[in-house]
């Protein structure tokens, strides 16, 4: 039973372009929504994360989109760079509970 | 440094055997995690720990066993009864509850052969 489902699956963006990652979810008991980043043969790091009593956060060139009446929330790169590329996971998890759930995942891929 | 030692980096197994795969923390964080990672699939948790002696199934325990005799401590077996146990494997620990970052080590692939 996948609980957030994340989309696309994989995503190829031009040099300074933006990339958009979308994630939705079920559960209205979520209250924690982190988006992690993968180097290809490492773990996945914290990149963001926000939580729903506010729309958006930004971090420098990453920003977390919340939409809590759709139940859906999105990462945005701006300028997105080669160094960018990675794989993406959303994730939610529920206060009181140390279980998170991922997203399946985005692989993304900026070209020069 | 602070972080998650997972080791062996990379490990060849054969089908029949079992396998533990270690993993340690100097975080002090109370909770510790299992993830097994397959390419289209994402992370899907095996088995997680709160406190020490405590541990409760993931999503997908079948399979596996772990221990939490110590803090810093948490490994992972992957035992014979594991129909597909090629895979590449996350530990991770938090300081545990809702909101708490997720700290990842840097994985083991583990293939049979």
Redesign the interface.
Known sequence: QQQVK?SP?SLIVQKGGISIINCAYENTAF??F?WYQQFP??????LI?I?PDVSEKKEGRFTISFNKSAKQFSLHIMDSQPGDSATY?CAA????????T????TKLQVIP | DGGITQSPKYLFRKEGQNVTLSCEQNLNHDAMYWYRQDPGQGLRLIYYSQIVNDFQKGDIAEGYSVSREKKESFPLTVTSAQKNPTAFYLCASSRGGSGNTIYFGEGSWLTVV
């Open positions: 994340q699956q209250d924690y982190p043969g490492k773990g996945p790091a914290l994360a939580r996971f998890s529920i206060k009181g509970y140390q279980k998170v991922f997203g399946i995942g």
